[in-house]
């Protein structure tokens, strides 16, 4: 068994449009446990009409440790898709271990 430090606490809002947050859910909210037991994040879903959620979108916050925020956040995009997600912001003591390491670059000259 791996043991679970008390650990920063990363907070990480990941603001999806409402059209796709069933696709997180699952049917029965069995794709939302399921991603909390396979990362050991927490996840939750803001009610319609938040007013901080972008615009046509509801916000789904992951909390735990970077490394468990980092993983949930990838399940979530596999289950909406890049287009699906409008905007994120971390928030709390530390941010996602590989969010700003992941995603496409760029150089060239």
Do not use: F
Not at 35 to 53: F, K
Not at 68 to 82: S, T
Request: with cysteine.
């Amino acid at each position: 068994a791996v043991a679970h430090g008390p650990g920063p606490e990363c907070v990480l809002d990941v603001h999806v449009l409402k059209s796709l947050c069933g696709k997180i859910l699952g049917y029965g909210g069995n794709m939302i446990r399921e991603m909390e037991a396979c990362t050991g994040a927490r996840v939750s879903i803001s009610p319609v009409g938040m007013r901080d959620a972008a615009e046509g979108c509801r916000v789904v916050t992951l909390s735990g440790t970077p490394v468990q925020v980092a993983q949930c956040r990838w399940e979530v995009i596999r289950a909406v898709g890049e287009t699906g997600v409008v905007q994120e912001r971390s928030r709390g003591a530390a941010a996602p271990a590989d969010l700003a390491s992941r995603g496409g670059g760029g150089g060239g000259g």
